[in-house]
T-cell receptor, first 115, second 111 residues
Framework: AQSVTQPDIHITVSEGASLELRCNYS??????LFWYVQSPGQGLQLLLK??????LVQGIKGFEAEFKRSQSSFNLRKPSVHWSDAAEYFC?????????????FGTGTKLQVIP | GAGVSQSPSNKVTEKGKDVELRCDPI?????LYWYRQSLGQGLEFLIY????????KSGLPSDRFSAERTGGSVSTLTIQRTQQEDSAVYLC?????????FGPGTRLTVL
């Protein structure tokens, strides 16, 4: 069965610093990969997704993520964090074929941004 | 509508009462998920519907929880004999090509 691991429960970064949130997955083939963000009191919003092709994907709000097959990872990055990026971030993996298997979410990483 | 809608947005109930939470997915989305998010916690998967297949109920925490999806569209999550530990935000998401579109959630408070 597929699974997702977000090893960092909580991360604190200074405003303007770079950010990398880790995501590792377990899946038998190349999966579909997603990052979602949940800002305080807000709903879940898709940041970016990887289906195929270029392994570096760009998303909204200046975020990017890189699919590394050899490391089974899909880490989220941002070169310069803004205070408004404080939120909880969820990585998710889904099958890249049709059929019944559902998408699986990681446990989330809470990002705190300090001045 | 343009997105996933859920009703009610807030529900306060007494312990032992039954509640029904409704989700209206995006038209044409064949997959639908229910999640629970307790205060300060991540997403807890509850149930997954995909087309006409039997739902994946593996996340339902007890037999007090059930869900149905009528006509491949609207879904209802029912919690019977509510307990205080059921208090949480219940999120619905409809899905297309594995991408999930989340509703705003129903905040359930069990007194």
């Amino acid at each position: 069965a597929q699974s997702v691991t977000q090893p960092d429960i909580h991360i604190t970064v200074s405003e303007g610093a770079s950010l990398e949130l880790r995501c590792n997955y377990s899946y038998g083939a190349t999966p579909y990969l997603f990052w979602y963000v949940q800002s305080p009191g807000q709903g879940l919003q898709l940041l970016l997704k990887y289906f195929s092709g270029d392994t570096l994907v760009q998303g909204i709000k200046g975020f990017e993520a890189e699919f590394k097959r050899s490391q089974s990872s899909f880490n989220l990055r941002k070169p310069s964090v803004h205070w408004s990026d404080a939120a909880e971030y969820f990585c998710a993996v889904g099958p890249n074929s049709g059929g019944y298997q559902k998408v699986t979410f990681g446990t989330g990483t809470k990002l705190q941004v300090i001045p | 509508g343009a997105g996933v809608s859920q009703s009610p947005s807030n529900k306060v109930t007494e312990k032992g009462k039954d509640v029904e939470l409704r989700c209206d997915p995006i038209s044409g989305h064949t997959a639908l998920y229910w999640y629970r998010q307790s205060l300060g916690q991540g997403l807890e998967f509850l149930i997954y519907f995909q087309g006409n297949s039997a739902p994946d109920k593996s996340g339902l925490p007890s037999d007090r929880f059930s869900a149905e999806r009528t006509g491949g569209s609207v879904s209802t999550l029912t919690i019977q004999r509510t307990q205080q530990e059921d208090s949480a935000v219940y999120l619905c998401a409809s899905s297309f090509l594995q991408e999930q579109f989340f509703g705003p959630g129903t905040r359930l408070t069990v007194l």
